[in-house]
């Protein structure tokens, strides 16, 4: 995967993916988000979370920035985010409900037990904590290229088009997978409808069909992106307290208005 990331077709999708996951964490508020692997994209860039990390399940292949120079500031990890941590995504080193966003970028895929990754992020996300999900199309024109290489690959020569990963989720299959965790379901698209290709003057030959794609086969586009809401059953939200004070207060006042008028008007009877 981090081989494939590098070639054209790869930062294509990177561009796209970063795109839309800055435009659906910006507006995202708590104190702690997380992303789960693929440090080659910043998916915590725009998000303003005062305790970010970056999780990884294995060490990165290469450093991802460059030593300061002595007596100079520290670049900006790629990233976004401060701090970065090894572990297991299937048992993450969260509390449970302690964290506000998680940010899944082709972690299912890629992870032995989806489920069991999905399970933990549903155990460590507050009640209206929310989950960002980038996933590879399986039913897209790069999976059928992908497919019609193998063969190639099998008959001797030519390689695949997309990388070597697990079994690929669809997107239905992942909003009922989510349904069941008691997620509510968000934002979904799909996008980079170019064929792929192995070089970058022939993917912008292909620009055309991006609007193409987005309006007649939308579903079919190589990778998809969804969020989603850890919804609680029975869970009340109760308004600050400021507002009952005032409204108590409110109901006192009416309520001695009532009083003195109802008196006058017996008086003067």
Same mark, same amino acid.
């Given at each position: ?10 930062? +294509?999708?990177? *561009? ?34 005062? &305790? ?12 991802? #920035?460059? /030593? ?5 500031? *520290?670049? /900006?990890?790629? &990233? ?8 297991? $995504? &299937? ?14 970028? &082709? ?6 037990? /989806? ?66 965790l008691n997620f509510e379901i968000g934002q979904g698209r799909f996008g980079c409808y170019r064929p ?7 993917? #912008?030959?292909?620009?055309?069909? #991006? /609007? ?11 990778? +998809? $992106? ?33 009083q003195r008028l109802g008196g006058r008007g017996g008086h003067r009877a």
């Amino acid at each position: 995967m981090d081989e494939w990331l590098l070639t054209p077709t790869g930062r +294509y999708l990177l *561009a796209w993916e970063q795109q839309q996951i800055d435009a659906a964490v910006g507006d995202v508020f708590g104190f702690h988000a997380v992303q789960l692997g693929l440090p080659q994209l910043g998916g915590l860039v725009q998000n303003r979370m005062p &305790h970010r990390w970056l999780a990884l399940d294995r060490p990165p292949a290469a450093p991802t #920035e460059a /030593p300061a120079p002595p007596g100079e500031a *520290a670049p /900006p990890r790629p &990233h976004g985010v401060p701090w970065a941590l090894l572990t297991d $995504f &299937h048992a993450l080193p969260f509390e449970t409900q302690s964290l506000d966003l998680v940010i899944l970028p &082709h972690t299912l895929e890629l992870a032995g037990d /989806p489920h069991q990754t999905l399970r933990e992020v549903e155990r460590v996300l507050v009640p209206e904590g929310r989950v960002v999900v980038v996933g590879l199309n399986p039913a897209s024109l790069w999976w059928l290229q992908h497919r019609l290489s193998g063969l190639c690959r099998r008959l001797g020569f030519g390689r695949g088009v997309l990388p070597d990963t697990g079994d690929l989720i669809g997107y239905w299959r992942l909003c009922d997978w989510l349904r069941l965790l008691n997620f509510e379901i968000g934002q979904g698209r799909f996008g980079c409808y170019r064929p792929a290709t192995r070089t970058e003057l022939w993917l #912008e030959r292909f620009r055309w069909i #991006e /609007p193409w794609g987005e309006r007649w086969w939308p579903v079919l586009g190589a990778v +998809y $992106f969804l969020t989603a809401v850890k919804r609680v059953r029975g869970m009340r939200l109760i308004g600050p307290a400021w507002k009952r004070k005032e409204a108590r207060s409110a109901r006192v006042v009416a309520a001695s208005r009532t009083q003195r008028l109802g008196g006058r008007g017996g008086h003067r009877a």
